[in-house]
């Protein structure tokens, strides 16, 4: 069993930025990848960024050069660097944490930005 315990989101303004974090935490388990998704209201869960176990990343075309998604793997945890952030990264993000047969979610943390 994981659990993924996440911070960061928060209100902030039109070109400002925030970082998100995600530790998990258990026994016995091997990541294979970590990664941020976001749900916005009446819009479906999207992935935003995922970093692998061999730190290779891909991210949303929509965050592309503002993000930076990055790992500590000695302590399980997953950043999100958000800069320059607009009124449509407003969304509920949740880390995602993908072992070898399973997948864990974390409870998610609002994150809005005003214009």
């Known amino acids: 069993q994981v659990q993924l315990v996440e911070s960061g989101g928060g209100l902030v303004q039109a070109g400002g930025s925030l970082r998100l974090s995600c530790a998990a935490s258990g026994s016995g388990f091997s990541i294979r990848s970590m990664g941020w998704y976001r749900q916005a209201p009446g819009k479906q869960r999207e992935l935003v960024a995922v970093i692998s176990s061999g730190d290779n990343t891909n991210y949303a075309d929509s965050v592309k050069g503002r993000f930076t998604i990055s790992r500590d793997n000695a302590k399980n945890t997953v950043y999100l660097q958000m800069n320059s952030l607009k009124p449509e990264d407003t969304a509920v993000y949740y880390c995602?944490?993908?072992?070898?047969?399973?997948?864990?979610w974390g409870q998610g943390t609002q994150v809005t930005v005003s214009s």
């Open positions: 995602n944490v993908r072992l070898t047969l399973l997948s864990y």
